[in-house]
């Protein structure tokens, strides 16, 4: 067993070492050795000690606070990304972590944030995943580290929203989910997506239907700037369905998602 776990661990390190030779791009180079400090190193190690990640394999994306890559689990492909603890939007962090309740009690060192915002998505993603909507499932988190379920097919990403060109009929049945979804978000789950738009969703190739992720920044309806950000939200997603025709009024879908919550607060007072 103890031999297995060192192989691991030598799969791991060389996955790293081959990942930096391989991007010739200087400034991939350059995101690819902030992902992999010795902290992140070692929380890794700790996953493959604990038989969660067997091997790790190449990034899916990368983006300005985290890069996601590509692991075999012990039964299916997963999801592993890693928080950049040097990330340079740290500040644009604070201002989704200060007004929720959740995390009251974090001290406001860079490593402290970034650690609250990865626990933060995995408990987002986790309501939901538990109110019926389509995300990546989470696994567990480590640090700086988010496992989850690989939203994809044969070692493949979805692609995203903004990449598929969708039939009329799919576009109109894709826009219906996310409408139910920024609803179901809003009233089950009591949260606010606060980045949705065609970037922040996958699409499903074999049902045609929308998966969000991203889910870091989403607040709750308590956050001071939490119905800014739902009007956002559905801003972005009207403007990008009127390219396939479909129109629909902000403040119609905004009064569809909120209704049924102003009228449970009026009738409890």
Do not use: C
């Not at 928080?83 to 860079?110: A, C, Q, V």
């Not at 049945?173 to 949705?196: F, G, N, Q, S, T």
């Not at 870091?216 to 939200?233: C, I, M, N, W, Y």
């Amino acid at each position: 067993m103890k031999k297995a776990i060192e192989d691991q661990i030598k799969t791991m390190d060389t996955l790293v070492d081959s990942g930096r030779i391989k991007k010739k791009d200087s400034e991939k180079t350059k995101v690819t050795e902030n992902v992999f400090d010795e902290a992140t190193l070692k929380a890794l190690y700790t996953l493959s000690n604990k038989g969660i990640i067997e091997a790790l394999g190449g990034s899916i994306s990368t983006g300005k606070e985290a890069n996601v890559f590509l692991a075999d689990g012990r039964e299916d492909s997963l999801a592993v990304k890693i928080y950049r603890i040097n990330s340079s939007t740290f500040n644009s962090m604070e201002d989704y972590i200060l007004g929720d309740p959740r995390f009251r009690d974090i001290r406001h060192t860079k490593k402290e944030i970034v650690f609250a915002w990865t626990k933060k998505e995995y408990r987002n993603l986790l309501r939901a995943h538990e109110v019926g909507i389509k995300v990546p499932k989470p696994v567990l988190t480590e640090r700086n580290i988010l496992v989850m379920e690989f939203a994809g097919k044969d070692e493949k990403p979805y692609p995203l929203l903004k990449d598929v060109q969708l039939e009329e009929a799919t576009a109109k049945k894709v826009y219906d989910i996310l409408r139910d979804y920024i609803k179901r978000l809003y009233m089950d789950a009591e949260l606010i997506h606060a980045d949705l738009s065609e970037y922040n969703v996958l699409i499903e190739t074999e049902e045609m239907e929308p998966i969000l992720i991203d889910m870091g920044q989403s607040v709750t309806p308590e956050h001071p700037k939490a119905d800014q950000f739902l009007r956002r939200d559905i801003q972005n997603i009207v403007r990008y369905f009127k390219k396939y025709g479909i129109k629909s009024d902000e403040n119609e879908f905004y009064t569809f998602v909120t209704k049924d919550k102003k009228e449970h607060n009026h009738d409890s007072h």
